[in-house]
């Protein structure tokens, strides 16, 4: 059942995920791999289930069906206490931050080390300032998590998702709701820190012209699987109708514009009968 | 009629499943208290945020339900010709009733409310999911600690209101109505048995801050993870603990007195 961890072998591997919330389908017979050491960008519409797919990566919800391996480890199957083990080997970057309010810049980089490691306070604070360095954030440490803007937080949760180095980085909407510099500097960080760092990142994202200039892979999906797949530049070339139009950013196409539904003819024509 | 039937199902149905997780909750919790031995210090720094920062409002409450306790006692006792008595009535109505429910309103309303709302906003900008992802688990980090801040803080701040009332009733009734200074406190001292009264106080204070920080947890951790879903959840907290509080009142108080 399980594979063995082998340096080429994919990082994540996902076969025929199905999950539902109560009634909605939002993984319909999912598979993909997730290359080692690779930048990897989940793409899709809004609701579409993209972080979703994150939280069943990292063991926060089940898979109604299906089967999900990180490093040869079936999530779902893992005892809480293995399970913890192979989190503290992954990193998230949550798309608020999720910094700990009542922490500073600082403790909200040292929370992690502080948890799992006995390090003398000497040797944590370099640590610190290391990944808060890494950030541009090194000045910032003593501040509190609420006067800082959402491109600082979002660097302070990445110095924080890297502090225990882990092997394998998930972004949540990286790209969201940023300006240009700090979009700039969130792109060339999550560049650097994959090279760097020889890690895997999964991105998941909409934002069409940052996930193709950063990833080496990218996997579209749509309606609970996945639509296309591929380095970016080939699938631009050889995109489907679907994917030409996500990617391209066309307001009509194969996703309709309008919201299903009776026709725009009968409805105005229903609407004089009834009066 | 139908559908009034149906909707009394579904939300009894609704009632029992709230009350179901709020069980596995508990459990799960209880389940995480070694934390506060290994961890003593997440603890301290939640009994103060719970505890000690409820004190000005106990004190302060104390001191009044105390004096008026000592004006009214004085005035329906000195028509018996038993005004000396008034030291036994002031301590026994704080130490068996006031003391412990009307800390525990006022510690569901100030520290409940708290408690619900700061777990709520931590569900809501994702710092337990992200607590998970770092393999931080919140029962022990988060859940557990302030658990038992509450569980500890509340018999404590009943003790000290009972104190504070017994004080405010002598300032009203021997400073002020001329009781004398002797007979209060050695009536008091006369009419209070242990076992009976400060005891049965101590259980009830220990029942409802169980009960009160149970409810405040729960409802930070069942909260909608929006700005609505939280004040509904803190609203929710007073609501229900002040019911509780007042319902269990009734119930220990027939346990222990009922029979005699």
């Known amino acids: ?275 | 009629m139908i559908d009034a039937i149906a909707s009394l199902g579904r939300s009894s149905l609704n009632a029992l499943e709230v009350f179901g997780r709020a069980f596995v909750f508990l459990l799960r919790v209880l389940a995480s208290l070694d934390v506060v031995l290994r961890r003593f210090g997440l603890t301290v720094v939640q009994i103060h945020s719970v505890g000690v920062r409820s004190l000005l409002i106990i004190v302060v409450s104390g001191l009044f339900v105390g004096m008026v306790l000592g004006y009214q006692g004085y005035i329906t006792l000195v028509n018996f010709g038993a005004a000396e008595a008034l030291g036994g009535v002031v301590a026994l109505s704080l130490v068996r009733e006031l003391g412990p429910v009307v800390t525990a309103l006022l510690f569901a309303g100030r520290a409940g409310s708290a408690l619900t709302a700061e777990l709520g906003l931590m569900k809501t900008t994702e710092q337990l999911s992200a607590m998970e992802m770092m393999a931080v688990n919140p029962y022990r980090r988060i859940f557990a600690p302030r658990f038992v801040a509450g569980f500890v803080s509340m018999p404590l701040l009943a003790a000290i209101f009972s104190a504070v009332g017994v004080m405010g009733g002598y300032l009203v009734g021997v400073g002020l109505l001329g009781v004398d200074s002797g007979a209060y406190f050695s009536q008091m001292q006369a009419v209070t048995d242990w076992n009976e009264d400060v005891l049965s106080g101590v259980i009830k204070s220990i029942v409802f801050g169980f009960v009160v920080t149970w409810i405040a947890v729960f409802q930070g951790f069942n909260a909608q993870p929006t700005s609505e879903g939280i004040s509904r959840a803190t609203t929710q907290t007073v609501v229900i603990s002040s019911l509780a509080v007042l319902g269990l009142d009734f119930i220990l108080t027939g346990l222990m007195f009922g029979t005699g």
């Open chain 1, 1 to 275: 059942m399980a594979e063995s961890p082998v340096a080429d072998s994919p990082h994540i591997v996902i076969e025929n995920l199905c999950f539902r919330r109560g009634r909605k389908v939002i993984f319909d017979d999912l598979s993909m791999r997730i290359p080692r050491g690779q930048v990897t960008t989940v793409m899709g519409p809004s609701g579409s289930g993209k972080t979703t797919l994150l939280r069943l990566i990292g063991g926060q919800l089940r898979p109604d069906r299906g089967r999900i391996w990180v490093d040869g480890q079936e999530v779902a199957r893992l005892s809480t206490r293995r399970l913890y083990a192979l989190r503290k080997r992954m990193g998230m970057l949550f798309q608020s931050g999720a910094l700990l309010t009542d922490l500073s810049v600082f403790e909200n980089v040292a929370f992690p080390l502080r948890e799992h490691t006995d390090l003398p306070e000497d040797v944590l604070q370099t640590l610190v300032l290391l990944k808060l360095e890494a950030v541009g954030l090194r000045a910032a440490r003593d501040l509190d998590p609420a006067s800082l803007s959402g491109g600082m937080a979002r660097r302070v949760a990445l110095a924080r998702a890297i502090a225990l180095d882990p092997d394998l980085i998930m972004y949540d909407e990286p790209f969201t709701g940023l300006d240009p510099i700090t979009m700039g500097q969130i792109v060339s960080l999550i560049r650097r820190t994959n090279q760097s760092l020889g890690l895997t990142s999964v991105l998941v994202s909409h934002d069409v012209a940052e996930a193709m200039a950063i990833s080496d892979q990218v996997v579209l999906i749509a309606g609970g699987q996945v639509v296309d797949a591929g380095a970016p530049d080939e699938l631009e070339a050889r995109a489907s109708d679907w994917s030409a139009q996500f990617l391209q950013g066309r307001p009509d196409g194969p996703v309709p514009f309008h919201y299903p539904g009776s026709s725009y003819r009968d409805d105005l024509l229903g609407q004089r009968r009834d009066d």
